[in-house]
């Protein structure tokens, strides 16, 4: 059974920071790039970053780049997120996904608010 667990979410103040982390099990982690999505209240679910099967080829959505790092450590089926100088804005569900041929592979999501 196909599962991706989320961790790691929380309330924060502006300015501060998060490390979010996704443990995947039921398949061959290694073999799979990684996204994080995010949804917050009314809107449409964002791509944030994805990250190749390797590790080495990482993507970031504008609104991210400098302040998100999305990393993975295959020989513990995780990938993270370090999310730095967090803004309201970045308040959503944060959903770890594994893509794939048909329906991909969605965790539950993990609630990020950033308020004061």
């Known amino acids: 059974q196909v599962q991706l667990v989320e961790s790691g979410g929380g309330l924060v103040q502006p300015g501060g920071s998060l490390r979010l982390s996704c443990v995947a099990s039921g398949f061959t982690f290694s073999s799979r790039a990684m996204r994080w999505y995010r949804q917050a209240p009314g809107k449409e679910r964002e791509l944030v970053p994805a990250?190749?099967?390797?590790?080495?080829?990482?993507n970031y959505a504008d609104s991210t780049k400098g302040r998100f790092t999305i990393s993975r450590d295959n020989a513990k089926n995780t990938v993270y997120l370090q999310m730095n100088s967090l803004k309201p804005e970045d308040t959503a569900v944060y959903y770890c996904?594994?893509?794939?041929?048909?329906?991909?592979?969605w965790g539950r999501g993990t609630q990020v608010t950033v308020s004061s």
């Open positions: 996904n594994a893509p794939r041929l048909g329906a991909d592979y």
């Open positions: 990250i190749s099967s390797t590790g080495v080829s990482t």
